[in-house]
């Protein structure tokens, strides 16, 4: 199986969800961004310019630019598409969506960082105008990102840490349960 996280717009959490993942999944992680991953989940990840292809892999993308890249996401089983709900985030995503589409139609969009019930909804609706058949998850705005990029556990594993913890990440680790359950099954 492999999962490849992209999206050319920054900060709409590709990082912190292709780890998560990653670790939850038992899986390799490949980036070519700057990040922490390599100190944070060792043996198991690589930030590399020239990702490989190697089975049972998460790769967190920033972009097509990098070489090694479109190779990658034509062999992917699942494409990942995180946006977040503002403005810029929801073009640049149509605009990625737009360049992937012509060679894997295995997307699946996740909307990031909401806030109210409408934001979801709202970022699908812009998105679907443009498109048919892709597939909505979300991933509501929480704490739990940063946390599991600073401590190097996983969502589930920061859910499962204390009673405090599964109250608090309760929503959110229901959402990236159903997105987890998407790809064991895979
Ligand atoms: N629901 C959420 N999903 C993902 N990230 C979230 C969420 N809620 C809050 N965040 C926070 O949003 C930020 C997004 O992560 P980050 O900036 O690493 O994204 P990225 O897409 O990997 O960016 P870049 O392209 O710069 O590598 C993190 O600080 C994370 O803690
Ligand atoms: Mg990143």
């Not at 390799?28 to 190697?54: F, G, H, R």
């Not at 503002?86 to 737009?98: A, C, F, G, K, Q």
């Amino acid at each position: 199986m492999i999962l490849s996280v992209i999206n050319k717009k920054g900060g709409v959490g590709k990082t912190p969800i292709a780890f998560s993942l990653a670790k939850d999944l038992g899986y390799y992680l490949q980036s070519n961004d700057n990040s922490v991953i390599e100190s944070i989940y060792p043996e198991m990840a690589k930030i590399s310019s020239t990702p490989e292809i190697i089975e049972n892999c998460v790769y967190d993308f920033g972009g097509f630019v990098t070489s090694g890249v479109l190779p990658i996401l034509k062999v992917s089983d699942a494409v990942l598409i995180p946006t977040s709900t503002d403005y810029n985030s929801i073009l640049r995503t149509v605009e990625t969506i737009e360049e992937i589409q012509t060679f894997n139609s295995r997307l699946f969009i996740l909307v990031t960082k909401t806030e109210k019930e409408s934001d979801f909804q709202t970022v699908k609706d812009a998105i679907s105008a443009h498109f048919e058949n892709l597939e909505f998850f979300e991933l509501r705005l929480s704490k739990a990102f940063k946390n599991s990029i600073e401590t190097g556990l996983s969502l589930s594993e920061l859910y499962d840490e204390t009673p405090l913890s599964r109250c608090a990440y309760k929503t959110v680790y229901q959402q990236y349960r159903s997105l987890l359950e998407l790809f064991k099954g895979e």
